[in-house]
C-alpha cells in the first residue's frame, strides 16, 4: 500500500503559539489532500481539502485563518494551527486522495496537546 | 446527506471468539469502505466493498446495498484486533469524495 508520513507525532505546545504539521505522500503524487481532526473516542471530522497549488476549501463551522493548510507540491501537504488553545488539542490526520484508486491511504495522525 | 450508523459501539471479546460489526447507511451508495485504527491511531483500509462479499483471512465482509447495510466479521479473534473499526462511504456531492463516516465500533479482545 502507499505510504503516507506525518512529522511530528506527538507535539505539546503552550497556549497562544503556532504548530505546523507536515503530511507527505511518499511514493504517490496527491493533487488533493484531506485533514481531518478526531477527539477521543469519536469519529474522523473532515476539516478541510486542499487541491495542490490553489485555497483550501474547509468544512462549515472551521476557522480558516486559524487553520491554515498549504498544498504547495504534489507530496507534501501542511496544516498549521495558529494561536492554539486547549480546545485546539486533538489528534489530526491526513489523507492523500487516491485518484482512480479505491483503497485510502491515511497518514499515522499527530497528537497535539496544547497546554 | 447521507447518515452512516454503526453497532454495536463498543464491544468486548475473550480472545478466539467470532462476532459481527455491522453499518447501516442511510441512502443508496457505490461504494463502501471498512477501515480499522489500531490503538495507537492508524488507520488501515481492510475492504473496499460497495457489494457482495469479500474475505480476508479470519476477516470477511458483506454488503447488501439494495437494503443498505454492510456487515464485518470477525473470527477468531486476538489481541491485536483491538481497536476501532469504522465504515465509511463517500459523499455523492461534488468532485472530492469526501468519505462520510460512522462513529465507530470500540473493539476490545482480551486474553
Known amino acids: 500500500g502507499a505510504v503516507v508520513s506525518q512529522h511530528p507525532s506527538r507535539v505539546i505546545c503552550k497556549s497562544g503559539t503556532s504548530v505546523k504539521i507536515e503530511c507527505r505522500s511518499l511514493?504517490?503524487?496527491?493533487?488533493?489532500m484531506f485533514w481531518y481532526r478526531q477527539f477521543p473516542k469519536q469519529s474522523l471530522m473532515l476539516m478541510a481539502t486542499?487541491?495542490?497549488?490553489?485555497?483550501?476549501?474547509?468544512e462549515q463551522g472551521v476557522e480558516k485563518d486559524k487553520f491554515l493548510i498549504n498544498h504547495a507540491s504534489l507530496t507534501l501537504s501542511t496544516l498549521t494551527v495558529t494561536s492554539a488553545h486547549p480546545e485546539d488539542s486533538s489528534f489530526y490526520i491526513c489523507?492523500?486522495?487516491?485518484?482512480?484508486?479505491?483503497?485510502?491511504?491515511f497518514g499515522p495522525g499527530t497528537r497535539l496537546t496544547v497546554t | 446527506g447521507i447518515q452512516v450508523e454503526q453497532s454495536p459501539p463498543d464491544l468486548i471479546l475473550q480472545e478466539g471468539a467470532n462476532s459481527t460489526l455491522r453499518c447501516n447507511f442511510s441512502?443508496?451508495?457505490?461504494?463502501l469502505q471498512w477501515f480499522h485504527q489500531n490503538p495507537w491511531g492508524q488507520l488501515i483500509n481492510l475492504f473496499y466493498?460497495?457489494?457482495?462479499?469479500k474475505q480476508n483471512g479470519r476477516l470477511s465482509a458483506t454488503t447488501v446495498a439494495t437494503e443498505r447495510y454492510s456487515l464485518l466479521y470477525i473470527s477468531s479473534s486476538q489481541t491485536t484486533d483491538s481497536g476501532v473499526y469504522f465504515c465509511?462511504?463517500?459523499?455523492?456531492?461534488?468532485?472530492?469524495?469526501?468519505?462520510?463516516w460512522g462513529l465507530g465500533t470500540s473493539l476490545a479482545v482480551n486474553p
Open positions: 489523507r492523500p486522495g487516491t485518484s482512480g484508486r479505491y483503497e485510502q491511504y
Open positions: 511514493d504517490f503524487q496527491a493533487t488533493t
Open positions: 486542499s487541491n495542490e497549488g490553489s485555497k483550501a476549501t474547509y
Open positions: 441512502d443508496s451508495v457505490n461504494n
Open positions: 466493498i460497495p457489494s457482495g462479499t
Open positions: 465509511a462511504v463517500y459523499d455523492h456531492a461534488g468532485n472530492n469524495r469526501k468519505l462520510i
